[in-house]
């Protein structure tokens, strides 16, 4: 009981005013809110339960500030439980997602996957990203989130890289099949996806491949062109980590 004194008045913080500082915070960031919801095991545990109900509620998602702070406080304890919620959310449609996320989509969401992401469902960020049903921006930064997991130690470099190669060749294969009424820019998209955590995390041996998928018009040149590629694969592994510290 000692860490509930954080000048909130009265010295207790209870829930119904964690709730209301993380719908919509006046002004700043909700310290005392956060701190009570983190370390207290009452609310932290009411905070997961809260983040699981709201994951199914889009509408409510949109004008309430909650999920962004509980997916942070819980990413930050490494909180398995949240990753489900967390995928639920990924995949909304889009124009929810953009309601419910806006820029921490791109921000901090792919962080907080990764950090509640355990080697037993791995696999279903895999299942996600393959998905051609999801928006194509959560598509993009999940395969970031797998990035990240290989950067914290979680998993080894090695299998992920194979599954990268393969989705690439597997999406160069079905590009190729398709007319042209049909819309590709997602799985275009994709691909930069792939050739970036392919540079983060290959070496020179995958300088060839990257070429071929850029010879065949498959990454896009305003994102980074071939030459960028090539410069990061040539850079010391250790080197190119640094920029996620």
């Given at each position: 009981g000692e860490f509930w004194s954080w000048g909130v008045v009265g010295g207790v913080m209870n829930w119904e005013d964690i709730l209301a500082a993380f719908k919509k915070p006046l002004c700043g960031y909700p310290v005392a809110a956060a701190r009570a919801a983190a370390y207290n095991p009452e609310n932290y545990e009411r905070m997961i339960v809260e983040l699981e109900r709201l994951s199914t509620q889009a509408d409510e998602m949109a004008t309430n500030m909650f999920h962004l702070h509980a997916m942070n406080l819980l990413a930050e304890a490494r909180e398995p439980r949240a990753f489900a919620p967390l995928m639920r959310i990924a995949a909304l449609p889009s124009e929810q997602l953009e309601a419910a996320l806006g820029d921490h989509l791109t921000e901090s969401f792919k962080n907080c996957v990764a950090?509640?992401?355990?080697?037993?469902?791995?696999?279903?960020?895999?299942?996600?990203?393959?998905?051609?049903?999801?928006?194509?921006?959560?598509?993009?930064?999940?395969?970031?989130?797998?990035?990240?997991?290989?950067?914290?130690?979680?998993?080894?470099?090695?299998?992920?890289?194979?599954?990268?190669?393969?989705?690439?060749e597997k999406i160069r294969q079905w590009l190729q099949e398709q007319p042209v009424t049909v819309d590709t820019s997602n799985e275009e998209l994709l691909m930069d996806a792939l050739a970036g955590a392919i540079s983060d995390l290959g070496?020179?041996?995958?300088?060839?491949?990257?070429?071929?998928?850029?010879?065949?018009?498959?990454?896009?040149?305003?994102?980074?062109?071939?030459?960028?590629?090539?410069?990061?694969?040539?850079?010391?592994?250790?080197?190119?980590?640094?920029?996620f510290f």
């Open positions: 950090a509640t992401c355990t080697d037993q469902r791995e696999h279903l960020i895999r299942a996600f990203v393959e998905n051609r049903e999801h928006d194509e921006w959560a598509r993009y930064i999940l395969v970031e989130s797998l990035v990240l997991r290989v950067i914290a130690g979680d998993t080894p470099a090695g299998p992920l890289l194979e599954w990268l190669f393969s989705l690439g070496t020179i041996e995958h300088i060839p491949l990257l070429q071929s998928w850029s010879d065949a018009g498959l990454l896009d040149p305003k994102i980074a062109g071939i030459g960028w590629y090539i410069k990061e694969l040539k850079r010391p592994l250790a080197e190119r980590r640094e920029r």
